[in-house]
C-alpha cells in the first residue's frame, strides 16, 4: 500500500456547487448527549475532507455512484433504506430501470 494515501471514514456529507466547482465535505457525525439526559441533545459534525471537482466529474460520479448502488442491491436482494425525503427523490428520479 502506498504510505502517502490518507483512507478516510465518512458518515456525512455536504455538498456546495459554484459554476465552475462542487465541493463534497466529507465528515463524520457524533451525537452529543447532556450529561444528565439519555437523549441526543446535538450533533457534532466534524468534516475529515474535502474533495473538489469540476460539474461534469460530479455528474460522472453520481452516474457511476447509482450504478454502483443498484448492483449491490441486486447481487445481495436488498433494498438499502432512505430517509423519506431522498426516497422520494430515488424513486422519482433514479429508480427506473
Not at 459534525?45 to 455512484?65: D, E, F, G, I, Y
Not at 443498484?70 to 424513486?91: M, T
Request: glycine fraction near 4%; charge should be negative.
Amino acid at each position: 500500500m502506498n504510505e502517502d494515501r490518507v483512507d478516510f471514514y465518512a458518515n456525512s456529507v455536504s455538498i456546495s456547487t459554484n459554476i465552475y466547482d462542487v465541493l463534497l465535505s466529507f465528515g463524520i457525525q457524533t451525537p452529543i448527549t447532556a450529561s444528565n439526559e439519555e437523549e441526543v441533545a446535538r450533533v457534532d459534525v466534524s468534516t475529515q475532507c474535502n474533495v473538489r471537482m469540476s460539474p461534469q466529474h460530479a455528474k460522472a460520479l453520481a452516474a457511476l455512484l447509482v450504478k454502483h448502488v443498484k448492483e449491490y442491491e441486486q447481487r445481495f436482494g436488498i433494498l438499502l433504506p432512505l430517509p423519506e425525503e431522498i426516497a422520494d427523490f430515488w424513486n422519482e428520479h433514479i429508480k427506473r430501470g
